[in-house]
């Protein structure tokens, strides 16, 4: 036995000058999800279970991009994803490009669970979803009015700072002072939607478990894959940990970011800690992101390279902490 | 590489342009017939010999990834492009994945239904979108919007995959796409074109960049929207300045095993070299009959191991060295 351990994330790379009720708000959710999964921990529910649970409750709340808030597509429309991943096995399962399903991560789990396959995208995903009788809700249910003002913003900052290429420059480095214009995925970070959701969890068996949800990118094309629902990417668990990451998608997915902490305890013989920051200050060139990671003995840990991260985490012995920035 | 490197490599002569690629790993009956080995084979070679070519006249690893892809995709013995295997609805649904190992820039596409080399609007998607990866409607929207080669979607189903199909039907259960054909009960079906596989190149150049390549249609049978480990950067395909790897097998295992990451990480991290690395992964790691691969260092080694019972593979050297084989 082991004491379980638990953390939440609400996205890596924060506006230094969000409204201080809006950061409230955020940590009450950090803290009412961080608290659902610590009662089913205490009740002995499994690694996998407990970041289902609280994923799906990141999902339903609508302060977080993942699920009802999710950012929007250029078009104005809302395709989610989410993967899941149980250490026990390394089974898994990833959603991409849903329209009406009302947790998406619940999809990624049957997807694990009732599928053959590992992976369903768009419209074999939502007829994957009828299928299994999940819970569904029109489009416009995910679609906030906040996010629909983001993506105006996000439009005309579009046709100043995207040159739809990667940019190569315009990377200001990150927390130098609010009249800097701090920019992630090339749009100023008061546009830029950060705000994936994500879990990792230790059972007290020593089980590990990883679950990531998002809305993906502002303005983002229509088709845009981005890291969370990649295996490897934005999530990760095997034997030694769960890994649950969040920024520039394309870093992450360049730099395999979540198995990337699971390789350097394996193949360097890190600690969970001395991994998470590794992996941070070594693997991501000049991307910005944040993950959050447990082990297998217990242990929590989290990094980001960004201004600030949503996170929380808790261990058994009665530790816990909510925070933002550094 | 530093320039630094390349210098000692160079001095020691070990530098060389080097090419491997694969027509798919899995349970290949040693008894296939003639007629079903024999243009694969033939087709292996051939397009070795326009990845040679090229390299020798001093493409660089990824352009020359990409063509050997392309080749091996209007090729209708392999599952890619044209030839491509069927899902359940009896549609083609492909799926493809470049990378580049120097800036480890990369482009992956998913749910292609028109365009006739996936493996071309990859390496359109990291080279002129933000995003690394777009599936569906989205990714043939951009085809477009690119000025692709697009084609009605019949131009990539074959009979064979018709009768595929059928048959994976019949067994009502999802046929890997390099599993033994079919046995129906009391019935002698003819040796189905089972043994077609995921396609993928990977190059280093002489000046040491390295590449790799990944092209699919997938599973016989495969629920609509199944995306694999083909597309999935780590999964199938990964390149960095350690080394370009291409897998290909059991997706859903080579995603769990993140299998082409690990070769470069357990090189990167546990100092081995290409063979005993990829050896590794292929031996202790992935599970028996999942998982097969290729791929080369910046020195010029290549290593093509699998667990499977064969592999389609074809690859070269700069020092003249050539092997096509399948077991």
Not at chain 1, 36 to 46: E, N, T
Not at chain 2, 151 to 167: A, G, S, Y
Request: aromatic share 6%.
């Amino acid at each position: 036995m082991v004491g379980w351990a638990i953390a939440v994330h609400g996205g890596a790379g924060v506006d230094p000058n969000l409204p201080t009720d809006r950061q409230e708000q955020a940590k009450q959710l950090l803290t009412r999800c961080l608290n659902l999964g610590i009662s089913a921990l205490q009740s002995s529910a499994s690694a996998i279970d407990v970041v289902e649970l609280v994923v799906r409750e990141l999902e339903t709340d609508p302060i977080f991009n993942s699920g009802r808030g999710s950012a929007l597509t250029e078009k104005g429309t809302v395709e989610m994803e989410a993967s899941i991943m149980d250490g026990v096995g390394r089974r898994c399962g990833a959603v991409s490009g849903i329209t009406t399903v009302k947790n998406p991560v619940s999809l990624a789990r049957l997807v694990m669970d009732k599928s053959p396959h590992s992976y369903l995208a768009f419209s074999g995903a939502e007829d994957f979803a009828q299928q299994m009788g999940v819970e569904r809700e029109e489009n416009d249910y995910f679609i906030t009015e906040d996010n629909k003002g983001m993506l105006k913003l996000a439009k005309e900052a579009n046709s100043i700072v995207f040159d739809y290429r990667i940019p190569t420059t315009g990377y200001e480095s990150c927390g130098s002072g609010v009249d800097t214009p701090i920019h992630m995925n090339g749009l100023p970070i008061s546009v830029y939607a950060p705000e994936t959701v994500g879990c990792v969890v230790v059972d007290s068996q020593g089980r590990c478990a990883a679950a990531t949800s998002t809305g993906g990118l502002m303005n983002k094309k229509t088709g845009r894959i981005g890291d969370s629902p990649l295996i490897g990417a934005g999530t990760y668990a095997c034997d030694a940990c769960g890994v649950s990451c969040t920024g520039e998608g394309e870093a992450i997915i360049r730099g395999t970011l979540a198995r990337e902490v699971a390789v350097v305890m394996e193949y360097k013989g890190l600690g969970l800690q001395e991994a998470v920051d590794f992996v941070i200050k070594e693997r991501l060139d000049e991307g910005q992101a944040g993950l959050i990671a447990v082990s297998k003995t217990g242990e929590v840990a989290y990094g980001f390279n960004c201004v600030g991260m949503f996170r929380g985490c808790a261990t058994e012995d009665g530790f816990m902490e909510v925070g933002i920035w550094e | 590489m530093s320039q630094e490197v390349l210098d000692t490599l160079n001095i020691l002569g070990k530098m060389g342009w080097a090419i491997a690629l694969h027509g798919g790993a899995g349970d290949i009956p040693i008894n296939i017939p003639a007629e079903r080995r024999e243009p694969r084979e033939a087709s292996l070679r051939r397009i070795l010999q326009i990845g040679v070519s090229a390299l020798n006249a001093k493409s660089s690893a990824l352009d020359v990834v990409e063509l050997v892809v392309r080749e091996l995709e209007n090729c209708p013995h392999f599952n890619a492009g044209k030839g491509s295997v069927l899902t359940s609805n009896g549609t083609v649904e492909m799926e493809a994945c470049i990378m580049d190992g120097s800036s480890k820039q990369c482009g992956a596409v998913s749910g292609v239904t028109t365009v006739v080399n996936p493996i071309s609007l990859a390496r359109r998607i990291m080279e002129k979108t933000p995003h690394i990866y777009l599936a569906f409607d989205g990714a043939e929207a951009f085809a477009r919007e690119q000025g692709l080669e697009i084609v009605d979607k019949n131009h990539f189903i074959t009979p064979e995959n018709i009768e595929r199909l059928k048959q994976a039907k019949e067994a009502n259960r999802v046929q890997q796409d390099y599993t033994q054909p079919i046995k129906l009960e009391n019935q002698n079906v003819p040796d189905g074109d089972s043994k077609l596989g995921t396609v993928g190149c990977v190059a280093v150049d002489n000046l040491g960049n390295l590449a790799a390549a990944t092209s699919t249609g997938g599973l016989v049978n495969k629920m609509v929207g199944r995306i694999g480990d083909t597309p999935i950067i780590g999964a199938g395909t990964y390149a960095n300045k350690f080394c370009a790897v291409s897998a290909t097998g059991r997706g859903e295992a080579i995603i769990r095993e993140t299998v082409a990451r690990d070769v470069a990480a357990v090189m990167e991290y546990k100092g081995l070299g290409l063979k005993e690395a990829a050896a590794y992964i292929v031996d202790q790691v992935a599970p028996k009959g999942t998982t097969g691969l290729v791929a080369v260092s910046p020195t010029g080694e290549v290593t093509m191991p699998f667990n499977t019972t064969g592999m389609f593979r074809a690859c070269a050297t700069e020092d003249g060295f050539m092997e096509v084989a399948i077991w």
